[in-house]
């Protein structure tokens, strides 16, 4: 299917309860549009008058309903900056076009090259052409541009902003990019003396592209640059199809690449937002709704119907509805434009002030108004069916049965787990998004479902807990229509936190193509190759005493005694299997290197070829250490022709090290000398291997590439990728916070209608002990099945998922999410839960206190 198939399917699903909903709604409304004012329900004289009603009361009571509108504004101010920043993250599909509607680009300029310009030129009337010739940043790993383009050309002009100075307009004047004067030390007025045999250039402006920060380049007058590596001509040829003009030739509608990600974290946020406020808001509409009791039965003991009494809810949910919204909307832009600047440093392009998705804004705040209407409807249809002398007596319904949404839960569990299995063991091949995004989608009603059920076994789970864990647990279990959606909410909250802890897990422990931070903080790599070579290289030239007493004066910039050289040889190692790949460098296990971090040659296997720290690489099948016949300083001699005998290791042996460092860039994986004897191999001297007892400060890592510079060499320090720890651990701490946020706008709901019960417990001489214990209890309850409940059900998903996920590495995957998280979501939370619920239940209002016991 489409890549955008899992967005039509998330607003398909969300479109399809609207549409049951707005259903029920018609079906419970037509007759009350149909009958005349005279008629069996009042008719409109009616609903006007119990509407009037619904608006005081929430006027009156605005402050009990303060949880349920705090969680509207807040869900619909997230949407807002999350759909802005979702949007905004996108580069646009006209990005290095300007304002053109067609470009052709050269990758090497030649007569062929001016004969299709001037082509272009003469059919299509004015051209822009933009000059660049792709250089290395002295002493890093990166790239610049040196760029000839006019300022005010015909289409370019949106692709360069100055940002101080002026532009260069002569044969010696450059204007640099910010991050470019910064890595060469330059500032406006300054002369940059290139190279031996480049000529100097004065530093006259400060220059930009709007619409990519990153862009790392000098501009320079039109015509100034000698040798293009790359020619982008820009021009308008309305009309014509770009194949039509040349095989080079592009329109932002063709070169645009179709990405479902925005749209999916549009949509998906959306419908979580509005679920997990439907949940909570069916609690606190239950709550409300039950203190108003006795006043609705003395309503319908004077002849309002049941359409009457509900309408009041309706009405209620709403009135709540449209006020959180309207809040919400307006504190959603106000965020987002505080928060723009930082997001334009994040985005690297310039965004404009309402660059905001106000399709995606009014479609969250309609269905942010339907599901607090729709929140309200349950418990409406629930009141209004109470019998005249129950609602005076104040007495609720009874709970329904568990067994009616345990089964249909349990099978949307098993349904999920077929299904995103089914998506896992085809995502490899590019397919399987939309069954992954159905199956996820199917944990929603199961962890819904099964709420109830949970509930049912902590009732029973009470009979042997002391009194006072007993009464909020019976509670919770016996008013299931408002502490359900709250555990509901719970749990949806931390299955986020666990599938997002699973995925990364098995993202990051691919052993065969290995992502996160390049090397930690303290840590520095210099190489002694050229900035785009391969390792092994051409080196730069200077002798090898110059670069290692310059490693050794870098390491002492960054205050490290500790400066290890890092060999490396011609051979490789290489997947033999389909779809992976094999990414990284090998270096080798020089007994310096091995002692720098604190590895015996004891530890080491006699037979071992490679020692890692990949995850699982030793038991990945159809690997081969091959030798590619060049080693460092030339070609090999010592092994002229490529057989198994010689130059290739079958199945080599890997052993699995934790000892080693975990970075991309870091040598954590190692040739052994053994295997470097079997195949004949040369070392040669790659770069030094820096660990610094503090973290390298930026301030450090400038002055050690000033260095690098100077002797032609290139440094590579932390780069911004999150490791996994980081990316689970925050995953944790969302869901373990929002999930706690959840819970304090539920509790507070929840122990509202126990007033009799302390009431009770007060009468009976109990002390202020058991009010803080009901509170912590149910907090503590309500956290506890929602850690479990979530837990479980994410578990579920995500072993259907990499049970057959060729890149998750199979099942064991799971095993590599971190038990610390797992016990801080299930013991750590709950404990929070009693201690915030303990704390905060605060002392007992005076109104409750005087009030008859009943």
């Known amino acids: 299917m489409s890549g955008g198939a899992p967005v039509l399917l998330l607003f398909a699903l969300l479109a399809v309860v609207l549409f049951f909903g707005g259903r029920r709604l018609f079906r419970s409304r037509a007759h009350g549009w149909l009958v005349a004012d005279g008629g069996n329900d009042g008719g409109a004289p009616a609903r006007r008058a119990v509407s009037r009603w619904a608006w005081r009361l929430f006027k009156r009571e605005w402050r009990q309903q303060l949880l349920v509108l705090s969680l509207i504004v807040v869900a619909v101010a997230a949407t807002v900056v999350g759909a802005a920043v979702a949007i905004d993250s996108e580069v646009p599909a006209s990005n290095g076009f300007g304002t053109a509607g067609d470009m052709a680009t050269f990758a090497s300029p030649g007569p062929h090259m001016s004969a299709e310009l001037a082509m272009i030129k003469a059919r299509y009337g004015r051209t822009d052409v933009i000059e660049n010739e792709s250089r290395p940043v002295p002493g890093?790993?990166?790239?610049?541009?040196?760029?000839?383009?006019?300022?005010?050309?015909?289409?370019?002009?949106?692709?360069?902003?100055?940002?101080?100075?002026?532009?260069?307009?002569?044969?010696?004047?450059?204007?640099?990019?910010?991050?470019?004067?910064?890595?060469?030390?330059?500032?406006?007025?300054?002369?940059?003396?290139?190279?031996?045999?480049?000529?100097?250039?004065?530093?006259?402006?400060?220059?930009?592209?709007?619409?990519?920060?990153?862009?790392?380049?000098?501009?320079?007058?039109?015509?100034?640059?000698?040798?293009?590596?790359?020619?982008?001509?820009?021009?308008?040829?309305?009309?014509?199809?770009?194949?039509?003009?040349?095989?080079?030739?592009?329109?932002?509608?063709?070169?645009?690449?179709?990405?479902?990600?925005?749209?999916?974290?549009?949509?998906?946020?959306?419908?979580?937002?509005?679920?997990?406020?439907?949940?909570?808001?069916?609690?606190?509409?239950?709550?409300?709704?039950?203190?108003?009791?006795?006043?609705?039965?003395?309503?319908?003991?004077l002849g309002a119907t049941e359409d009457n009494i509900s309408l009041v809810v309706k009405a209620n949910g709403a009135v709540v509805g449209i006020v959180g919204a309207t809040v919400g909307a307006g504190a959603g832009l106000l965020a987002w434009f505080a928060y723009r600047p930082t997001f334009?440093?994040?985005?690297?392009?310039?965004?404009?002030?309402?660059?905001?998705?106000?399709?995606?804004?009014?479609?969250?705040?309609?269905?942010?108004?339907?599901?607090?209407?729709?929140?309200?409807?349950?418990?409406?249809?629930?009141?209004?069916?109470?019998?005249?002398?129950?609602?005076?007596?104040?007495?609720?319904?009874?709970?329904?049965?568990?067994?009616?949404?345990?089964?249909?839960?349990?099978?949307?569990?098993?349904?999920?787990?077929?299904?995103?299995?089914?998506?896992?063991?085809?995502?490899?091949?590019?397919?399987?998004?939309?069954?992954?995004?159905?199956?996820?989608?199917?944990?929603?009603?199961?962890?819904?479902?099964?709420?109830?059920?949970?509930?049912?076994?902590?009732?029973?789970?009470?009979?042997?807990?002391?009194?006072?864990?007993?009464?909020?647990?019976?509670?919770?279990?016996?008013?299931?229509?408002?502490?359900?959606p709250a555990l509901?909410?719970?749990?949806?909250?931390?299955?986020?936190?666990?599938?997002?802890?699973?995925?990364?897990?098995?993202?990051?422990?691919?052993?065969?193509?290995?992502?996160?931070?390049?090397?930690?903080?303290?840590?520095?790599?210099?190489?002694?190759?050229?900035?785009?070579?391969?390792?092994?290289?051409?080196?730069?030239?200077?002798?090898?005493?110059?670069?290692?007493?310059?490693?050794?004066?870098?390491?002492g910039l960054v205050g490290s005694h500790e400066v290890v050289e890092l060999l490396t040889t011609s051979a490789t190692l290489s997947y033999a299997g389909p779809d992976r790949r094999w990414d990284g460098a090998i270096y080798v296990a020089t007994p310096e290197l091995l002692a720098a971090f604190h590895i015996r040659p004891g530890e080491i296997s006699p037979s071992a070829d490679i020692i890692t720290v990949r995850p699982r690489l030793a038991s990945v099948a159809h690997m081969q250490l091959v030798d590619n016949g060049q080693a460092n300083n030339g070609p090999s001699t010592e092994a002229p022709g490529c057989t198994s005998s010689n130059c290739i290791i079958e199945r080599p042996v890997i052993q699995e090290l934790d000892a080693l460092p975990s970075g991309t860039s870091a040598p954590n994986t190692l040739i052994t000398l053994?295997?470097?004897?079997?195949?004949?191999?040369?070392?040669?001297?790659?770069?030094?291997?820096?660990?610094?007892?503090?973290?390298?400060?930026?301030?450090?890592?400038?002055?050690?590439?000033?260095?690098?510079?100077?002797?032609?060499?290139?440094?590579?320090?932390?780069?911004?990728?999150?490791?996994?720890?980081?990316?689970?651990?925050?995953?944790?701490?969302f869901g373990i916070g929002l999930a706690l946020a959840i819970l304090a706008m539920s509790v507070g709901l929840v122990r509202s209608e126990t007033a009799g019960d302390l009431r009770v417990l007060a009468a009976?001489?109990?002390?202020?002990?058991?009010?803080?214990?009901?509170?912590?209890?149910?907090?503590?309850?309500?956290?506890?099945?929602?850690?479990?409940?979530?837990?479980?059900?994410?578990?579920?998903?995500?072993?259907?998922?990499?049970?057959?996920?060729?890149?998750?590495?199979?099942?064991?995957?799971?095993?590599?999410?971190?038990?610390?998280?797992?016990?801080?979501?299930?013991?750590?939370?709950?404990?929070v839960a009693v201690v915030l619920g303990w704390v905060l239940s605060g002392r007992e209002r005076p109104a409750t206190s005087r009030r008859a016991i009943e």
């Open 488 to 555: 509901a909410a719970i749990s949806l909250a931390v299955l986020i936190a666990v599938v997002i802890c699973v995925v990364a897990a098995a993202r990051y422990a691919n052993p065969l193509d290995y992502t996160g931070s390049n090397v930690a903080s303290n840590q520095l790599v210099v190489y002694t190759y050229t900035p785009g070579s391969l390792l092994g290289g051409p080196v730069t030239g200077s002798s090898p005493a110059t670069e290692q007493k310059t490693a050794l004066a870098i390491a």
């Open 140 to 301: 890093s790993v990166g790239n610049y541009q040196l760029r000839a383009q006019a300022p005010n050309g015909p289409f370019g002009r949106p692709m360069l902003s100055l940002l101080s100075g002026r532009y260069p307009t002569t044969a010696g004047e450059t204007a640099l990019t910010p991050s470019l004067a910064s890595d060469l030390g330059l500032k406006v007025g300054d002369t940059w003396a290139q190279g031996d045999h480049e000529r100097a250039l004065h530093v006259v402006g400060l220059v930009q592209d709007p619409e990519n920060f990153e862009d790392q380049f000098a501009l320079v007058a039109p015509g100034q640059v000698s040798r293009p590596s790359e020619v982008t001509v820009l021009f308008d040829a309305p009309g014509v199809p770009p194949q039509q003009i040349g095989a080079n030739v592009q329109t932002p509608a063709s070169s645009a690449q179709t990405n479902p990600l925005p749209a999916i974290v549009i949509g998906g946020g959306l419908t979580m937002g509005m679920l997990l406020i439907g949940l909570v808001s069916v609690g606190g509409f239950t709550v409300l709704a039950q203190r108003r009791l006795r006043s609705f039965g003395v309503l319908a003991s």
């Open 344 to 484: 334009q440093a994040t985005a690297h392009r310039a965004i404009p002030l309402l660059a905001v998705p106000w399709p995606a804004v009014a479609g969250g705040m309609v269905l942010a108004v339907l599901a607090a209407y729709f929140s309200a409807s349950r418990p409406a249809r629930a009141v209004a069916r109470v019998p005249v002398l129950a609602a005076l007596s104040g007495r609720p319904n009874p709970p329904p049965k568990v067994h009616r949404s345990a089964l249909p839960g349990l099978a949307c569990l098993v349904a999920a787990f077929l299904v995103i299995g089914y998506g896992g063991s085809h995502s490899t091949a590019g397919g399987g998004a939309t069954e992954t995004v159905l199956g996820l989608a199917l944990l929603v009603p199961a962890v819904i479902l099964l709420a109830p059920f949970c509930l049912s076994l902590l009732g029973r789970l009470a009979r042997v807990a002391p009194v006072t864990v007993r009464l909020a647990w019976r509670d919770l279990a016996r008013y299931r229509a408002r502490s359900g």
């Open 764 to 831: 009976t001489g109990a002390s202020s002990w058991a009010r803080h214990a009901l509170s912590a209890a149910t907090a503590g309850g309500l956290a506890l099945l929602g850690g479990l409940l979530g837990t479980v059900a994410g578990y579920v998903g995500m072993i259907g998922w990499v049970r057959g996920n060729a890149v998750a590495g199979g099942l064991a995957a799971v095993a590599d999410v971190p038990v610390t998280n797992l016990l801080v979501i299930l013991l750590g939370m709950p404990a």
């Open 674 to 733: 053994h295997a470097i004897g079997q195949l004949g191999l040369k070392p040669g001297l790659a770069g030094w291997f820096i660990q610094a007892p503090q973290a390298i400060n930026p301030a450090q890592a400038k002055s050690a590439q000033l260095m690098a510079v100077a002797q032609g060499m290139s440094i590579e320090t932390k780069d911004n990728v999150p490791n996994m720890s980081t990316l689970i651990n925050g995953a944790t701490t």
